[in-house]
T-cell receptor
């Protein structure tokens, strides 16, 4: 069974631009979560989606948004990029929402903002 | 609010020596606890998790952790380190109110000397 895939793997943007990252969960998984990983702030929760609905959102500005499609694939968007948005963005999927279901992480998209 | 503290951002052990990575958590409700490992340029892989039941949890690659409620700890151990264990390790906490949201510690980089 294929794992969580994230595209693109690497991305370079300039300040002020916007970016869209994509996540395809493991087949059959309906829950998708996103995390930002930076050297300074570590791993921080962005949002969680289940059945096309955002169930939970972390403490990030409104420039960060996401959505989930009917096939459970998810995208996240960052508008008006800032230098501090440079990070590894990780997507995780699980069968259902809830802490007892194991979350499987993708390899991440490394975003560099110049 | 939940929080996780990992004592020691870097730990160095000799091959064959005991590995001990420390994790203390704070949670106002019964926690679910996790250890993840991250290899360079990869996502996170679940090593083990505690949800309910037995407080000594065995995971993959010979790792285990013990949930100690009185000490609010969930330390990760492995009796004998292998060179392939060199990676970054993250402790995380969640609960029934948090959905899929994981709160991570700052991580511990494990180095294994030959």
């Amino acid at each position: 069974k294929a794992g969580v895939t994230q595209t693109p793997r690497y991305l370079i943007k300039t300040r002020g631009q916007q970016v869209t990252l994509s996540c395809s969960p493991i087949s059959g998984h309906r829950s998708v979560s996103w995390y930002q990983q930076t050297p300074g702030q570590g791993l921080q929760f962005l949002f969680e989606y289940f059945s096309e609905t955002q169930r939970n959102k972390g403490n990030f500005p409104g420039r960060f948004s996401g959505r989930q499609f009917s096939n459970s694939r998810s995208e996240m968007n960052v508008s008006t990029l800032e230098l501090g948005d440079s990070a590894l963005y990780l997507c995780a999927s699980s069968l259902d929402p809830g802490p007892t279901d194991t979350q499987y992480f993708g390899p991440g998209t490394r975003l560099t903002v110049l | 609010a939940q929080s996780v503290t990992q004592l020691g951002s870097h730990v160095s052990v000799s091959e064959g020596a005991l590995v001990l990575l420390r994790c203390n958590y704070s949670s106002s409700v019964p926690p679910y606890l996790f250890w993840y490992v991250q290899y360079p340029n990869q996502g996170l892989q679940l090593l083990l998790k505690y949800t309910t039941g037995a407080t000594l949890v065995k995971g993959i690659n010979g790792f285990e952790a013990e949930f100690k409620k009185s000490e609010t700890s969930f330390h990760l151990t492995k009796p004998s380190a292998h060179m392939s264990d060199a990676a970054e390790y993250f402790c995380a906490v969640s609960d029934n109110n948090a959905g899929n949201m994981l709160t991570f510690g700052g991580g511990t980089r494990l180095m294994v000397k030959p």
